[in-house]
Structure formats: C-alpha cells, structure tokens
C-alpha cells in the first residue's frame, strides 16, 4: 500500500469550509458519465486516488475497476503510482469531496443499454 504524507497531498485542506464553493464549481463542471484521465497518486486497499486536475481527489473503488466483475484484485493487481488512467464520472461525495469514478462499460448507472 502507498501511503501519501500530507506534504505530498496535493489536494491540501480540501475538505475545508473555504472550499465549499471550488467544489461546487467542480460538480457544475463535470458531468456524470463524462469521461477523465489522470494519474495515481495513491493506493489503498479499497481503490485509487486519481488527479483529475479538478483540485480535488477522485476515486477509483476497486468494484468500479475495469474487469471487476470477472475477476479479484490483490492491491498487487491496481494501478501503480504514477500510471495514468482513464475512467468515467459516477458521482460525486459531498462528505469527502471526492469525484466518484467508474471504468465498469456498461454501467448499471450510466448506461441504459444495460
């Protein structure tokens, strides 16, 4: 697992009250569904920290990785530091001012075509 000091945080306070209005001009611009790429800046056993370059953190759960449904990932298995990948707007998690993201195609949320 990597962790990231809070020197290597490039998000700083993010969940401060003087962001409330940085993160609401990020929800205004993203869509859901809308797709984003960035690198990984950490790795936890639930998922990955992405940089999306919105000045906050997006997710990547690993339910929400790319063949998740077909096989188990060990933390061996995610995507390094560094690597930069490609996902989709799910949602978004207005306690943790996180970006929720999704490389599932189809997705039962996104995609009707289901």
């Known amino acids: 697992m990597s962790v990231i000091s809070d020197a290597e945080w490039p998000f700083g306070d993010h969940l401060s009250p003087d962001k409330a209005g940085e993160w609401a001009a990020v929800q205004a611009q993203l ?7 960035g690198p990984v800046i950490a790795r936890r056993p639930f998922g990955v ?4 370059g919105v000045g906050f953190p997006a997710l990547l759960e690993v339910i929400q990785f790319l063949d998740a449904r077909q096989r188990r990932y ?8 560094g690597e930069t990948i490609t996902a989709r707007v799910v949602a978004f998690n207005d306690q943790n001012r996180q970006v929720c993201l999704t490389q599932l195609t189809p997705h039962p949320y996104l995609d009707a075509s289901r």
């Open 31 to 37: 869509a859901v569904g809308e797709s984003v790429r």
């Open 49 to 52: 920290f992405v940089d999306i």
């Open 74 to 81: 060990s933390l061996d298995d995610y995507p390094a530091i």
